[in-house]
């Protein structure tokens, strides 16, 4: 405020019109001659003088009251506020008392600067006080600066953190906080039911950059609809392949969640009822042997699943189930045809494995057993006991070279066409033992012969 301000505020007081009127009676009475005696009988009160002492205090009073005010106003205009710092005094017990001072300044030469301080002191009970600063600052001179300084202290001890502002003032040390957004990919597509076979356009993007290339990648998807991913245009087709529920599980780079294509395809549901397959040697099997029957989901030909049953298990057979290899042992015990049923999990029905069990067969020999001279030669006719034209495969064994001499041979079966035959000489007079074997035979034949002198 200029000089001419305050004095212009001087102009707006006014009296009344009684008190204007008493203070010109009394200032245009004649004075009142002084009486000289020699003895005061008492004391005369003078109104006038009175009157006149009241009106000029008075007149001081409003004069200094208002130069003042003025002067003050004046002063604080011109100055900046300087955020003062908060004394912390000592309080007396049972007692509760809050102090809250807010003042704000604005300049605006050269640099703009703005400062806001809020100070709360509050003190319950015994010694304890709290006290709580908050301060803010900004410059906007190519500079921006927030502080937030919170303190507690007790007793007569304040401690504040604190920087230099560009006037010198002491201000609080700044802090940053950082804040991350979590997002999940946007999807907008038609939510109406599908038909089979019907494919869908469904868009998607960042939920703040609409339009600009998001690299994304599916987590799931239903069996029922297949789907494919055109980067070029931030675009999913989904094409409904199954009457059903069918959900897609999107994921965004650097998405916080996941998002989800929900659509329904309507149509007929069909619920398939699967058969259990078996791969297994259908060959016929020895008694002893042991042969592996593995067993499978149709649609899942290469994952090992469980098995809920095996049952109607013939008497000729034994089996031991291992679902960590998807297999049923099973080991020949008799001749005869043999059979199991084998149920996988998640097929409604089972199937049948067959199998045929070999009875124990050993080679056909047909010769004259009576007793050998010293220089004969006796043939020994062999065959396979269900090929008898067959005399292939056949091994000799605990052959006395001292008592004979026996080769097998094919020549004399060329010419009879009756099977294979062993030769055999004596050439010392003994008893004579050999054991013949032939290919896919279990047993073994002997033959026993006496050599005389």
Known sequence: MTRKGIWNRFDHIKCSDTFCQKMER???APPVPDAEEDSVGGVMQISENKYRWIASAAAVIILLVGAGSGIMHYHRMQQPVVPM?????DTQASTAWTESTTATQTAVSGDMQ??????????????MQTESTTATQTAVSGETATDTTTTTTATGTQTVPAGTGHDGTTMPESTTTTMHHDWAVILDYDRSAMEIGETREVEYYHPWYRGEPLEISIISCSDNV???IDESNNRIYVTALAAGDASVCVRGRGAMFDSYISLHVEGEI???DYGTMLEYDTSPMKIGETRAIRYYHPQKPYEIVGC????EVSSNISYYLDEERGCVYVTALAAGDASLYI??????FGAYARLTVKPDLAPVLEYDSSPMKIGETRFIRYYHPE?????EGCYLQGEDYDLIECWASDQYGNVLQDGGYICITALAPGEVELIIRMDDCTLSSTIRLTISS
């Open 270 to 272: 069909v619920i398939p």
């Open 114 to 127: 703005t400062e806001s301080t809020t100070a709360t002191q509050t003190a319950v009970s015994g010694d």
């Open 308 to 311: 809920w049953t095996v049952s």
């Open 226 to 228: 297949s789907y494919e």
């Open 26 to 28: 009394m200032l245009s």
């Open 343 to 348: 149920g996988a999990d998640g097929c409604a």
């Open 85 to 89: 710092p908060l004394e912390t005094t």
């Open 387 to 391: 090929r008898p034209q067959s005399y």
